[in-house]
């Protein structure tokens, strides 16, 4: 039985872990993956991050390179071990959670091989669960080539001939650019009415400038978070209206419906497609939590993290409180946030824990 269990070893299950080591508690990461990092090493191989290194740091540990750095996923995935071995920080790897029930005064996860308990659980296993493709993707013929951005890795998986890129969002516009490269001709399917913003500006990057006018604070509540919130994201670092120039790029609109060879655009039918990356985003998957409550987007309801269940905590979702609380940098700020609330929260219904809040914090 463990006071405290996180559900998840990225950047939000790592943060609770600083805090909670910092306050000298009982706690266990249980993690899907074998190896701290693994999720960025299955992206796409020449991803950059579209933050700066002063603003991609977790607690405790700045990130590893000069100012000004967009670091490859290579070095986040270092960054994450270093922090790890830093801190030592306790996990169970290879532990798919499946479900998570809460019983009397504690809670029993369970995965495939193991049982756990704790008395408090924190769900940090961010905002990207299961790929979405269109359902039309199922009536495209066998012989072409369909990966999900989760997937893709680079330009090699392809076979020859023409490609498809399906979404407009960051990861669908830098594959599309990489792909482009190869010289054949690209379909981009999706909305050109995209917003972009340049990584630096004036002689200062472009997260300094959202600090500054205090994008990155706002919280969702807030007049300029419910702007932000509502209204369609740019794209950081591609220059789209230059991209989408490109001789052998072709944008044929929103994708309608497909049958075998034929794939069906607003703008015309094509059958050359050979090959097709749907970076089309994920859907969350939550249903392994019994008796949660899900809100309109299919996510936890939750005020800050905090739970409809008692002892029941999330962070690192999508807007848990400002636009940073699902990134790499901010959601430092939800961790100590939610840390002190927790514990305040959990030795009220745990007495025990109130003498260890007495002990010398540990210095890490």
Same mark, same amino acid.
């Given at each position: 039985?463990?006071?405290?269990?996180?559900?998840? %070893?990225?950047?939000? *299950?790592?943060s609770?872990?600083?805090?909670?080591?910092?306050?000298?508690?009982?706690f266990?990461?249980?993690? #899907?993956?074998?190896?701290?990092?693994?999720?960025w090493?299955?992206?796409?191989?020449s991803?950059?991050?579209?933050?700066?290194?002063? !603003?991609?740091n977790?607690p405790?540990?700045?990130?590893?390179?000069?100012?000004?750095?967009?670091?490859?996923?290579?070095?986040?995935?270092?960054?994450?071990? #270093?922090f790890v071995?830093?801190?030592?920080i306790?996990?169970?790897?290879?532990?798919?959670?499946v479900?998570?029930?809460?019983?009397?005064?504690?809670f029993?996860?369970?995965?495939?091989?193991?049982?756990?308990? #704790?008395?408090? $659980?924190? $769900?940090?296993?961010?905002?990207?669960?299961?790929?979405? =493709?269109?359902?039309?993707?199922?009536?495209?013929?066998?012989d072409i080539?369909?990966?999900?951005?989760?997937?893709?890795k /680079?330009?090699?998986?392809l076979?020859?001939?023409?490609?498809?890129?399906?979404?407009?969002?960051d990861s669908?516009?830098q594959?599309?650019?990489e792909?482009?490269?190869?010289?054949?001709? $690209?379909y981009?399917?999706? =909305?050109? +009415?995209?917003? =972009?913003l340049?990584?630096?500006?004036?002689g200062?990057t472009?997260?300094w400038?959202?600090?500054?006018i205090?994008?990155?604070? %706002?919280s969702?509540? /807030?007049?300029? *978070?419910k702007r932000?919130? +509502?209204?369609?994201?740019?794209?950081?670092?591609?220059?789209?209206?230059?991209?989408?120039?490109?001789?052998?790029?072709h944008?044929?609109?929103?994708?309608?419906?497909?049958t075998?060879?034929?794939?069906? !655009?607003e703008?015309?039918?094509i059958?050359?497609?050979r090959?097709?990356?749907? #970076? =089309?985003?994920?859907k969350?998957?939550?249903n392994?939590?019994?008796?949660e409550?899900?809100?309109? +987007? /299919?996510?936890?309801k939750?005020?800050?993290?905090?739970?409809?269940?008692?002892?029941l905590?999330y962070?690192?979702?999508p807007?848990?409180?400002?636009?940073?609380?699902a990134t790499?940098?901010?959601?430092?700020?939800?961790?100590?946030?939610l840390s002190?609330y927790?514990?305040?929260? %959990?030795?009220? %219904?745990?007495?025990?824990l109130?003498?260890?809040?007495k002990?010398?914090?540990?210095?890490?």
């Open positions: 039985m463990k006071d405290f269990i996180i559900i998840g %070893a990225g950047q939000a *299950g790592l609770m872990a600083y805090y909670l080591k910092k306050q000298n508690q009982d266990l990461i249980v993690d #899907a993956n074998s190896e701290t990092g693994e999720p090493l299955k992206r796409w191989d991803l950059k991050l579209f933050t700066p290194s002063e !603003f991609n977790l405790g540990f700045p990130f590893p390179h000069k100012k000004g750095h967009y670091a490859s996923k290579y070095e986040v995935a270092d960054y994450l071990k #270093a071995s830093k801190f030592d306790p996990i169970a790897f290879n532990q798919k959670i479900n998570l029930k809460k019983e009397g005064d504690h029993t996860i369970k995965s495939k091989d193991e049982t756990f308990k #704790a008395k408090n $659980v924190v $769900v940090s296993t961010g905002p990207f669960h299961t790929p979405f =493709t269109p359902p039309c993707h199922q009536n495209i013929a066998k080539v369909q990966i999900h951005s989760e997937h893709y /680079s330009p090699k998986q076979q020859d001939g023409d490609a498809l890129v399906v979404g407009a969002g669908g516009v594959i599309l650019e792909i482009s490269k190869t010289n054949r001709s $690209v981009f399917s999706g =909305t050109t +009415n995209i917003a =972009t340049p990584q630096e500006f004036l200062k472009l997260w400038w959202f600090k500054k205090g994008f990155l604070n %706002a969702k509540h /807030s007049w300029v *978070g932000i919130i +509502n209204g369609r994201q740019p794209v950081i670092g591609t220059d789209v209206k230059k991209l989408f120039k490109k001789p052998n790029i944008c044929v609109g929103r994708t309608l419906d497909a075998n060879k034929e794939i069906v !655009f703008k015309e039918t059958s050359s497609i090959n097709i990356v749907w #970076a =089309t985003g994920f969350p998957n939550f392994w939590i019994e008796g409550q899900l809100d309109t +987007n /299919s996510y936890p939750n005020y800050r993290g905090v739970s409809q269940i008692k002892g905590y962070l690192g979702l807007w848990l409180h400002t636009r940073g609380s790499l940098g901010g959601v430092k700020k939800d961790a100590e946030y002190n927790i514990l305040n929260d %959990a030795t009220i %219904a745990n007495p025990s109130k003498e260890k809040k002990e010398q914090l540990v210095s890490i």
